[in-house]
């Protein structure tokens, strides 16, 4: 069905205002009033919620490809707008498909390089000294399993810019996990690898366990690496596993009965 009438009027404006103050250098930390009146009524508009929250997204991505070394902004412009972020993530993809996107490339590795440098920086504030305790000791944990147990206990961690690098694991699936990887942090590599899409589909799991990096530096030296990709791949492809198995019992008691 057509996105016709008022609204979508609406949502051109804010495709041509967000675009082209964005790309202008208005690409801050606080959307322009202006846009984010539009917003706000097109996002008020129930039927079109949906396509303007796209839109939202399309115009947040063609700036912040324009202007890559902002691209940690453009989640934040994206926020609890789950429509939008698929839309800038999905753009992001094509731009990495298209082979010329190193300043792309850079500005992940730069949301990568800030995790690895600054872990306790998305911890919950009143819990960062025990976050940095607990990084500190899983650093120096010598058993793969750790990974899989709250052995040094939780806090709540999230970075808004790391479900951008998600945008590569279409094109490169190696290169993804290697990013992890360099996070150096478990709990990054966790928000990244349990997403909903991510365990929910199977063949994907298996094709990154495929293209995950060892856990053993050589077939002699049997002692865990620190690599946490394969391992928590695992985790996540057993729990879908155990789900649709889960499922299907209850499928069968019901037509038993």
Not at 75 to 95: H, I, K, P, Q
Not at 165 to 191: F, K, N
Not at 200 to 212: D, K
């Amino acid at each position: 069905m057509a996105f016709e009438g008022p609204p979508y009027k609406r949502a051109q404006d804010i495709w041509e205002a967000a675009a082209e103050q964005l790309e202008a250098g208005a690409f801050g930390e606080v959307v322009p009033k202006e846009m984010s009146g539009l917003l706000h009524k097109l996002l008020s508009e129930e039927r079109e919620d949906d396509e303007a929250a796209r839109l939202w997204g399309c115009a947040v991505a063609r700036a912040a490809v324009s202007a890559p070394d902002r691209l940690f902004l453009a989640s934040y412009l994206v926020e609890n707008l789950f429509v939008a972020l698929d839309a800038l993530v999905g753009a992001l993809t094509e731009r990495l498909r298209s082979g010329t996107a190193d300043r792309l490339l850079d500005s992940l590795q730069g949301i990568v390089t800030s995790i690895r440098d600054h872990p306790d920086e998305d911890a919950f504030s009143p819990d960062k000294a025990r976050f940095r305790q607990i990084v500190h000791e899983r650093k120096k944990a010598e058993h793969v399993d750790t990974l899989w147990r709250q052995d040094f206990g939780y806090v709540y961690w999230s970075h808004q810019g790391l479900r951008l690098i998600h945008a590569l694991r279409p094109v490169d699936r190696q290169r993804y996990l290697a990013m992890l990887e360099e996070t150096a942090l478990p709990q990054a590599v966790e928000q990244e690898l349990w997403a909903i899409d991510l365990r929910s589909n199977f063949p994907e799991l298996l094709a990154l366990l495929e293209a995950a990096p060892s856990v053993q530096s050589a077939p002699e030296q049997p002692q865990w690496n620190g690599r946490m990709t394969a391992p928590i791949l695992l985790s996540v492809a057993i729990e879908h596993v155990n789900t649709a198995a889960g499922a299907q019992r209850g499928d069968d008691l019901t037509e038993e009965q």
